[in-house]
């Protein structure tokens, strides 16, 4: 199975500033996933990934607020701009190999955003 | 719109003991996912399930899945503390576009 390595894995930022968190996975994969999970609830996708086209996001989620760049099939990186304490979550990377296990996602290790 | 829900939201229960969690979803579909999650941790794949009827035994949990009833449950058996985790249920938004709802999740805390 392929491995993501997520980083930063926790930041302590400035409301106004942005942050940009990357995912590097040891194979090559289409189909990349940025998901948020708010203290204490689920997991809620914020877009999908795919090397050489736009990400698609889902609703309530925007480009200007959450850029997202997939510049090859191993990395992706996913930016939280102009944050707000609203903004304190865990953001998690994962990907879906459908040749194996049958579409079931890895994990990145996650990373866990507090905005002050 | 698809959701997925579970309950119980928490389950506090002793070692030793049986219990079940129940996953619920609203719109069709044959794939169920369930995942596990360590506190402050990311998460970990624990079962896939991918057609009515099935069902896959890992140690001390059953996953089984009806697409009829559109309700997976997680069975667990004569638990352990290593057990204490939120588990999540995930299913296929839109059929073949990898795009996963996840459950409400349940807290489970098994006290020894």
């Known amino acids: 199975s392929a491995v993501i390595s997520q980083k930063p894995s926790r930041d302590i930022c400035q409301r106004g500033t942005s942050l940009t968190i990357q995912c590097q996975v040891d194979?090559?994969?289409?189909?990349m996933f940025w998901y948020r999970q708010q203290p204490g609830q689920s997991l809620t996708l914020i877009a999908t990934?795919?090397?050489?086209?736009?990400?698609?996001?889902e609703s309530g989620f925007v480009i200007d607020k959450f850029p997202i760049s997939r510049p090859n099939l191993t990395f992706s990186t996913l930016t939280v701009s102009n944050m707000s304490p609203e903004d304190s979550s865990i953001y998690l990377c994962?990907?879906?190999?459908?040749?194996?296990?049958?579409?079931?996602?890895?994990f990145g290790s996650g990373t866990r955003l507090t905005v002050v | 719109e698809l959701k997925v829900e579970q309950n119980p939201l928490f389950l506090s229960m002793q070692e030793g003991k049986n219990y079940t969690i129940y996953c619920n979803y609203s719109?069709?579909?044959?794939?169920l996912y369930w995942y596990r999650q360590d506190p402050g941790k990311s998460l970990e794949s624990l079962f896939v399930?991918?057609?009515?009827?099935a069902v896959k035994q890992e140690g001390r949990l059953m996953a089984s899945l009806d697409t009829k009833a559109r309700l997976s449950t997680l069975h667990i058996t004569a638990a352990v503390h290593d057990l204490s985790a939120t588990y999540f249920c995930?299913?296929?938004?839109?059929?073949?576009?990898?795009?996963?709802?996840f459950g409400t999740g349940t807290r489970l805390k098994v006290l020894a």
């Open positions: 995930a299913v296929d938004a839109t059929s073949g576009t990898y795009k996963y709802i």
């Open positions: 990934a795919n090397q050489g086209s736009e990400a698609t996001y």
């Open positions: 399930l991918l057609s009515n009827g």
């Open positions: 994962s990907i879906t190999l459908p040749g194996q296990g049958s579409g079931g996602y890895t």
């Open positions: 194979s090559q994969v289409t189909m």
């Open positions: 719109t069709t579909s044959d794939r």
